[in-house]
């Protein structure tokens, strides 16, 4: 299918940041598009490592396992957001989890020469690129934490002030609004069961830190709700 920019905003796109539009259209242009239905698997557990993707519209998440082999929801993949580029940089890897898309998903898949030969040329990509992948050491890092707290309150809590990260802000200081996910999803982000995961939506709504509306959270508090994540206190305080 061939690749429409129509309508696309570049600037959702934190890879193609300071990267001029024309070398952002000759990146995008080796790639292939493809449409997936909501619960598609995009990418499964040891795939063989040879495509990048990047999300055009949708949602998508990553299902890995933990210690007792148990599958989590790791992270979100939104608009903007890509995956597969570790393979990328490692000689004969396969993937570590799985990609399962929460909507409709439509991505550009990039093979890994023509991905590394992109790079080569535009180094501000290859600059990018190192930057979010910074990023994202320091939430996966912060998200391993997450199943040794002691408190469910605080898995709930620190899981999503990991999200908001994906949210959208719709005030420059106000809420932010995370993706409409089914209770089954928010509980497997959050390690919890649903019912455990209802009742901490509840305390946290008691405390001012979020509204919940039709499975879908806004942040209203987040100086609150990091307060609730903190490992190091308690979760709710008299």
Do not use: S, T
């Given at each position: 299918m061939a690749i429409d920019l129509?309508?696309?905003?570049?600037?959702?796109?934190?890879?193609?940041?300071?990267?001029?539009e024309g070398e952002v259209r000759k990146f995008l242009s080796v790639g292939f598009h493809f449409c997936y239905e909501s619960g598609a698997l995009l990418v499964s557990k040891e795939d063989a490592g040879e495509t990048f993707f990047l999300v055009m519209k949708g949602l998508a998440k990553l299902v890995l396992r933990n210690s007792k082999q148990e599958q989590f929801n790791a992270a979100l993949f939104r608009t903007g957001d890509f995956f597969g580029e570790m393979s990328m940089l490692e000689p004969n890897t396969v993937r570590n989890g799985d990609i399962v898309s929460l909507q409709d998903v439509e991505v550009i898949a990039i093979h890994k020469k023509d991905f590394l030969k992109s790079f080569q040329e535009t180094p501000m990509l290859?600059?990018?690129?190192?930057?979010?992948l910074a990023q994202r050491i320091r939430l996966m890092n912060d998200r391993l934490m997450t199943d040794r707290l002691p408190d469910n309150l605080q898995k709930v809590a620190h899981t999503l002030v990991m999200l908001t990260s994906k949210g959208v802000s719709f005030q420059d200081q106000g809420p932010v609004l995370l993706p409409q996910l089914s209770l089954k999803e928010w509980a497997l982000f959050c390690y919890t069961s649903g019912e455990v995961f209802m009742d901490s939506i509840e305390q946290l709504k008691q405390l001012g830190a979020l509204e919940w509306h039709n499975q879908r959270i806004v942040v209203t508090d987040l100086a609150a709700l990091q307060r609730c994540a903190k490992p190091d206190q308690p979760a709710v305080q008299s």
């Open positions: 129509a309508g696309v905003n570049l600037q959702e796109f934190p890879l193609f940041e300071g990267v001029d290859a600059f990018n690129l190192a930057r979010i």
